[in-house]
């Protein structure tokens, strides 16, 4: 029901920006939950931020710890596109990227096992 093609990732120096690019197809993309993870080396997958099916409440969005203040999640519905806005990256920020989409729920969570639909995932690499 809903494709997922991320771009946006590159090698960038520590303290730099990169946005990650979330393409949806499917007129069920509107509807779901989009959630990202990331996954660096020798590393388990961790929850990076999330986004509601509806965002006029800043309630509507979730983040790790890690990344809160740093990383803002973003959704246009016109584009069917979810955004993940880093600034000042780190080091540690290095990963793949995954977008992912739940179908069934409206609100934003972390539970990697709820999301149905996954990109291929974007390399980031921060450097020091």
């Known amino acids: 029901q809903v494709q997922l093609v991320e771009s946006g990732g590159g090698l960038v120096q520590a303290g730099g920006s990169l946005r990650l690019s979330c393409a949806a197809s499917?007129?069920?993309?509107?509807?779901?939950?989009v959630g990202w993870f990331r996954q660096a080396p020798g590393k388990e997958r961790e929850f990076v931020a999330a986004?509601?099916?509806?965002?006029?409440?800043?309630?509507?969005?979730l983040y790790a710890d890690s990344v809160k203040g740093r990383f803002t999640i973003s959704r246009d519905n016109t584009k069917n596109t979810v955004y993940l806005q880093m600034n000042s990256l780190k080091p540690e920020d290095t990963a793949v990227y995954y977008c992912?989409?739940?179908?069934?729920?409206?609100?934003?969570?972390?539970?990697?096992?709820?999301?149905?639909?996954w990109g291929q995932g974007t390399q980031v690499t921060v450097s020091s």
């Open positions: 499917g007129r069920t993309f509107n509807r779901a939950s």
């Open positions: 992912a989409a739940d179908l069934s729920r409206t609100l934003p969570h972390s539970d990697y096992e709820r999301y149905n639909y």
């Open positions: 986004i509601a099916a509806i965002t006029w409440s800043a309630s509507n969005t």
